[in-house]
């Protein structure tokens, strides 16, 4: 359908299939959160990898440098309060008495890597 017009490419396009394609062959959780983590994913086996050089070299302290370009960390975007922009006394006082709900954290592969690396033994202090 993408391939025959039929589909706004606003909806999907070939760009956002293989975007997507790249997510899930990373690991399925970038897609969906919710998803299982899979043993075998890029995500598991960089991790083993990573593990295995760091035991290797842990006597001579080598460095291991892990670059990935998809699921990155993103900055937290501040949050806009109406009482900032308008500068009222009762709304100043109302947003610091109802609080904002907490976003649930986004999936991203640093972040997992970190944590397994960790489980599996690596001070935490030696990931930066």
């Known amino acids: 359908l993408v391939h025959s017009g039929t589909v706004d490419p606003s ?4 760009l ?3 975007s997507d394609g790249r997510k899930l062959g990373l690991d399925q959780r970038i897609v969906n959160q919710m998803l ?3 043993p ?3 995500v598991n ?3 083993d990898n990573i593990m295995q050089i760091w035991r290797d070299g842990k006597a001579d302290k080598l460095t291991q ?3 990935c370009d998809i699921s990155t960390p993103q900055a937290k975007a501040p949050v806009s309060k109406a009482a900032k922009t308008l500068d009222n006394p009762l709304l100043h006082a109302l947003e610091g008495a109802v609080p904002l709900p907490e976003q649930e954290p986004v999936f991203t592969v640093y972040d997992d890597i970190r944590q397994k ?3 599996q033994g690596m001070p935490a202090d030696q990931i930066a």
Do not use: S
Request: proline share 5%; with cysteine; hydrophobic share 40%.
């Open 65 to 67: 440098l892990v670059f």
């Open 36 to 38: 299982p983590d899979e």
């Open 117 to 119: 690396l960790i489980a």
């Open 45 to 47: 086996q960089c991790v």
């Open 40 to 42: 075998g994913t890029k």
């Open 16 to 18: 956002k299939i293989t």
């Open 11 to 14: 909806q999907d396009n070939m």
